[in-house]
């Protein structure tokens, strides 16, 4: 019997019907049980009485996830997109660990990365009342991403001149031995994470620190500001249906057609 692939693509990559959230919820919890299996298995008290049960529940979990990826290929008229997609890479990278561990042992101890799967959570959200906040502060980061460049740019330039004067300033007697040592404490200093490993024992240098901090306390409340505007701006966009072609989300509440492919959605 030939599978409907729009009822596939349906089931697999959207969480409005029921089976839809079904098998989501199996997939979250089919995921947490394969990297619970892993993190056991590392333990040597554990691994020496339920190694077989272990290496068995990974060849099945890993052939079930080939599975679905494969299906997710299937069901999609752009397997393309989808495979160099984020979410299409992270599914490939969860299950090539217990493959290359035929060929290089110990491999199978990446199959840990299966926890970023646990992403799609968001897809399951959907139906809750929290998923606007998510989808939401997703699309304002993405939106915003030029100017957090630039914040980040800005700030980057901060710690390499901060770092390189406190080399001049404080020397090798302060453990400042290089310009990299140097950036290293501007970059702790400016986070205001203060590790103390290294600091400025002279007048200037810790004139020069005392500055640092107050920049740092500035500058934390700069992206909060550049992403709470964006969040303001995409209130608008409401529509949360998976586009069967390309699998983007994200397009304006009234629309009919993908904003990133023209398909029908």
């Known amino acids: 019997m030939k599978i409907n692939r729009n009822r596939l693509h349906e089931i697999i990559f959207e969480a409005e019907t029921r089976e839809g959230k079904m098998f989501d919820l199996i997939l979250m919890a089919a995921i947490l049980v394969s990297v619970v ?4 298995d590392s333990v040597a008290s554990v691994r020496l009485r339920y190694h077989m049960l272990f290496i068995t529940l990974e060849y099945i979990f890993t052939g079930l996830f080939t599975i679905e990826y494969a299906l997710r290929i299937y069901s999609v008229k752009s397997p393309v997109r989808y495979i160099t997609s984020f979410f299409g890479i992270i599914d ?41 906040a998510s989808y939401y502060l997703i699309r304002s980061l993405q939106a915003s991403r030029h100017k957090i460049f630039v914040f980040l ?63 740092g306390y500035a500058i934390i409340a700069v992206p909060t500001g550049i992403i ?17 072609n390309c699998s983007k989300e994200g397009h304006d509440s009234m629309a009919s057609y993908c904003k990133y492919c023209g398909h029908k959605l």
């Open 153 to 215: 740019a800005t700030v980057l330039t901060i710690v390499v001149i901060m770092g390189a004067l406190m080399y001049l300033i404080e020397g090798a007697d302060s453990d400042f031995t290089d310009i990299p040592t140097g950036i290293y404490w501007a970059v702790v200093t400016i986070t205001t994470v203060g590790y103390g490993d290294i600091s400025p024992v002279t007048a200037l240098g810790q004139m020069m620190a005392s500055f640092l901090m107050i920049v």
């Open 228 to 244: 709470t505007a964006e969040i303001v701006r995409t209130g608008k966009f409401d529509n949360t249906i998976s586009c069967p």
């Open 37 to 40: 299996v892993v993190i056991l």
């Open 92 to 132: 490939l990278i969860s299950i090539l660990p217990t493959f290359l561990a035929i060929l290089v042992p110990g491999a199978q101890s990446l199959l840990v990365i299966r926890i970023f799967r646990l992403l799609r959570i968001f897809r399951v959200l959907k139906l809750s009342r929290y998923h606007k």
